[in-house]
T-cell receptor
Framework: DTGVSQNPRHKITKRGQNVTFRCDPI?????LYWYRQTLGQGPEFLTY????????KSRLLSDRFSAERPKGSFSTLEIQRTEQGDSAMYLC?????????????FGDGTRLSIL | AQSVTQPDIHITVSEGASLELRCNYS??????LFWYVQSPGQGLQLLLK??????LVQGIKGFEAEFKRSQSSFNLRKPSVHWSDAAEYFC???????????FGTGTKLQVIP
């Protein structure tokens, strides 16, 4: 169990640029989640994948955001035309499913700073 | 809709003193409750969880939490705080068919010598 891995750890970019983050879940986990955490707040749910299918998206996920999990393994989260309000920590989590198999295992996150 | 409330934004305790962090939840069904800890710039580490059964659950690092259905609470406790416990603590509930986690706003713990 190597844990959930997220890259990059930090991303600094100018407003209007596109950014992409990657998450590698624990290998046997079929469920993958993305959360966003702003300063002074708890993480907020963004989206959920079961294998390669994206089954739920939060209203927080505007149309500038897109997430994929093409082969049911790693996932990417892309933000297009970044805005100041996108500055946050983006956390990925994975689990093997079923309430008795909780909790989700979290990565260390990608911190995004928009200049 | 489900929600989690952590009424204390910031708590300061002396090293060696006891600690209690409050958490209240709002959820119609039996909740699955968690406490996570987050050090600066890091991800979330699970301290303990409650699914069913004994309402007093033990976790890592000497933490425990008690589920009280009548009060809709799941408070975290530690009898003697260490300086390394300084971090932010999040109470959370798992809800819905996809088991997404709803977090509280967190309580930042400061430990003074």
């Amino acid at each position: 169990d190597t844990g959930v891995s997220q890259n990059p750890r930090h991303k600094i970019t100018k407003r209007g640029q596109n950014v992409t983050f990657r998450c590698d879940p624990i290998s046997e986990h079929n469920r993958l989640y993305w959360y966003r955490q702003t300063l002074g707040q708890g993480p907020e749910f963004l989206t959920y994948f079961q294998n390669e299918a994206q089954l739920e998206k939060s209203r927080l996920l505007s149309d500038r955001f897109s997430a994929e999990r093409p082969k049911g393994s790693f996932s990417t989260l892309e933000i297009q035309r970044t805005e100041q309000g996108d500055s946050a920590m983006y956390l990925c989590a994975s689990s093997s499913g079923g309430l008795d198999n909780q909790p989700q295992h979290f990565g260390d996150g990608t911190r995004l700073s928009i200049l | 809709a489900q929600s989690v409330t952590q009424p204390d934004i910031h708590i300061t305790v002396s090293e060696g003193a006891s600690l209690e962090l409050r958490c209240n939840y709002s959820y119609g069904a039996t909740p699955y409750l968690f406490w996570y800890v987050q050090s600066p710039g890091q991800g979330l580490q699970l301290l303990l969880k409650y699914f069913s059964g004994d309402t007093l659950v033990q976790g890592i690092k000497g933490f425990e939490a008690e589920f009280k259905r009548s009060q809709s609470s799941f408070n975290l406790r530690k009898p003697s705080v260490h300086w390394s416990d300084a971090a932010e603590y999040f109470c959370a509930v798992v809800t819905g068919g996809y088991q997404k986690v709803t977090f509280g706003t967190g309580t930042k713990l400061q430990v003074i010598p």
